[in-house]
């Protein structure tokens, strides 16, 4: 079936460097995509979204790209904070009714 | 004011019994859902009920029952608990269905954790 699934599992960074986190899906009609933020113990909570007719939004730190061709969209944390420790899902909708898939997450480690 | 609350946060239970986990939200949205998150941290959707009427049933054994007596409640019974439930159970509420923009963005409550013994 259709799925959305993430490059790596954990990424470490560096606290004040920037953060790339990548998500490949497969299904040709989602139009419409979401990143969310889970830290331990708490429910998912959105980050930033894009629709596909756009390559890339600019949130308050946060850039999402977006690439129809390959099917890959990323997201980007400038300047990465301890705070920023947690996992981070990729999920795509495809219209319609509200069936939002989820990806695999990736878990984003911050060293101080 | 919790956006979207669910009770109980922890549920240990024996394999075999019947339990309940319910679920408020208090942001007016039209649609809930729940989610089941496994040990892996994978999340997948289960249930998803617009204004009270059940729109996406994904392949759920039928012991789980989901019931909405309101748009701002969805409940989940499960029956014969098996070891193979036990994962933390999210309840999420969005605006609305279809492509407004913003309407598919969901708000998720802290979690349910269910370990069957």
């Known amino acids: 079936g259709e799925s959305v699934g993430l490059h790596l599992p954990t990424l470490s960074v560096q606290e004040g460097d920037n953060s790339i986190i990548n998500c490949a899906y497969s299904n040709s009609a989602s139009d419409y995509f979401i990143w969310y933020k889970q830290e331990s113990g708490k429910g998912p909570q959105f980050i930033i979204d894009?629709?596909?007719?756009?390559d890339k939004r600019q949130g308050q730190r946060v850039t999402v790209l977006l690439n129809k061709t390959v099917k890959h969209l990323s997201l980007q944390i400038a300047a990465t904070q301890p705070g920023d420790s947690a996992v981070y899902f990729c999920?795509?909708?495809?219209?319609?009714?509200?069936?939002?898939?989820f990806g695999t997450g990736t878990k984003l480690q911050v060293i101080p | 004011d919790t956006a979207v609350s669910q009770t109980p946060k922890y549920l240990v239970t024996q394999m075999g019994n019947d339990k309940s986990i319910k679920c408020e939200q208090n942001?007016?949205?039209?649609?809930m859902y729940w989610y089941k998150q496994d040990s892996k941290k994978f999340l997948k959707i289960m249930f998803s009920?617009?204004?009270?009427?059940?729109?996406i049933n994904e392949t759920v054994p039928n012991r789980f029952s989901p019931k909405s007596p309101d748009k701002a409640h969805l409940n989940l019974h499960i029956n014969s608990l098996e070891l193979g439930d036990s994962a933390v159970y999210f309840c999420?509420?969005?605006?609305?269905?279809?492509?407004?923009?913003?309407?598919?963005?969901?708000?998720f409550g802290a979690g349910s954790r269910l370990t069957v013994l």
């Open positions: 999920a795509e909708n495809s219209g319609g009714y509200q069936k939002v898939t």
């Open positions: 999420a509420s969005s605006q609305g269905v279809g492509k407004v923009s913003g309407a598919n963005v969901l708000t």
């Open positions: 942001l007016g949205h039209d649609t």
């Open positions: 894009i629709r596909s007719n756009m």
């Open positions: 009920y617009n204004n009270k009427e059940l729109i």
